[in-house]
């Protein structure tokens, strides 16, 4: 049998204490184990992100249980780590690439004048 992921990961001492000769727990028990509130886990039950079994066979009101592999599951899937840049900043670029100089419109537009003049004429 392949080994689990969550075997490589340590389980917290809250969590070990409260599934101490236990195989599942109350959601007030998780809750207190996972350091949330009752609502909080609910609307984590209720997303989809944390696992549960079902006690009884009542419909009004579930009687879920929380397995110890199902909360490690859920908090090795919270887990976060910011992603320092690899590179360091660089100035903004314009998107301007020419070499910018001092223009004399004056001779730029004597030059051009003289150059119409030098074409031949037609008759």
């Not at 204490?17 to 609502?39: G, H, P, S, V, Y």
């Not at 079902?54 to 780590?81: A, C, I, M, P, W």
């Not at 998107?95 to 037609?122: H, M, N, T, W, Y």
């Amino acid at each position: 049998m392949p080994e689990s992921p969550l075997a490589s990961f340590p389980i917290p001492d809250r969590l070990a204490r409260a599934f101490q000769e236990r195989t599942a727990i109350t959601l007030a028990e998780a809750a207190n184990a996972l350091e949330m509130n009752q609502k909080q886990l609910r609307a984590e039950v209720k997303a989809g992100k944390v696992k549960y079994v079902l006690r009884g066979q009542s419909q009004t009101r579930k009687l879920r249980r929380f397995l110890l592999v199902d909360l490690l599951e859920y908090l090795n899937g919270e887990r976060r780590q910011e992603c320092p840049s690899t590179s360091a900043r660089t100035p903004r670029s314009t998107g301007a690439s020419l070499q910018s100089g001092v223009i004399e419109f004056d001779a730029l537009r004597a030059k051009l004048i003289a150059g119409r003049r030098k074409s031949p004429k037609r008759d």
